[in-house]
Structure formats: structure tokens, C-alpha cells
Nanobody, 120 residues
Framework: QVQLVESGGGLVQTGGSLRLSCAASGSIYRINTVAWYRQAPGKQRELLAV???????NYADSVKGRFTISRDNHKNTVYLQMNSLKPEDTAVYYC??????????????WGQGTQVTVSS
């Protein structure tokens, strides 16, 4: 059983920074692509940032230049550094990881979500 546990969310003022963490545990053979999403009330879940196994990253236009995704493969942890936060960044943030649970089983996993609120 694989679990993704997020942390680091909270309340921050406009222009502030937060760093989200997502720690994977359980039956992990290898972590493939990782990503961060967010979902604001009444809106669809939005893909923000992706990081491949080789460390190649890609970002949504809405966060490019402000957010940075990174990963520590030794700790099975993914991070999202968020700078210059805006009220429109307020949402529940989710991490996502495609994980080889063994040499045969590749599965998609989600964290439980962490709330980020940016006050104006």
C-alpha cells in the first residue's frame, strides 16, 4: 500500500511564500513522474507542475516563474516551492505520483490535499 502525505499548506499574505512537501511511503520500487495539482472551489483540478524521473520540469503558465517543483529520490519526497503568492493561488493542493510498486505494477497515486490560502 502506497501513501502520499502532503504538508506545508497554510495561510499566507499576498507576495509571501510557502513550501509544500509530499512524502511517499509504502511499497515503492521506483517513483516515476511526479506532479502538483490544485483545485479551487467551483473549479476543475488544474495541473501546475510536472517533474520526470530525469528531472525535466514543466509548468502551467499561471505559475511559471513563481513555483518550482523538485524531488528528492532518496527521501521519496516531492516539493513545491511557491513564491510571490497571489489570492488567486488559493486552493487545495494535491501531489500526484506514478509509482512502480514492484517490477510489474505501475500505479497512479494521489495525496489527500493541503489547503493554501492567500490573503489580500
Amino acid at each position: 500500500q502506497v501513501q502520499l502525505v502532503e504538508s506545508g499548506g497554510g495561510l499566507v499574505q499576498t507576495g509571501g511564500s510557502l513550501r509544500l512537501s509530499c512524502a511517499a511511503s509504502g511499497s515503492i520500487y521506483r517513483i516515476n513522474t511526479v506532479a502538483w495539482y490544485r483545485q479551487a472551489p467551483g473549479k476543475q483540478r488544474e495541473l501546475l507542475a510536472v517533474c520526470t524521473t530525469e528531472g525535466v520540469t514543466n509548468y502551467a503558465d499561471s505559475v511559471k516563474g513563481r513555483f518550482t517543483i523538485s524531488r528528492d529520490n532518496h527521501k521519496n519526497t516531492v516539493y513545491l516551492q511557491m513564491n510571490s503568492l497571489k489570492p488567486e493561488d488559493t486552493a487545495v493542493y494535491y501531489c500526484n505520483a506514478v509509482i512502480w510498486e514492484d517490477s510489474i505494477n505501475l500505479r497512479n497515486h494521489w495525496g489527500q490535499g493541503t489547503q493554501v490560502t492567500v490573503s489580500s
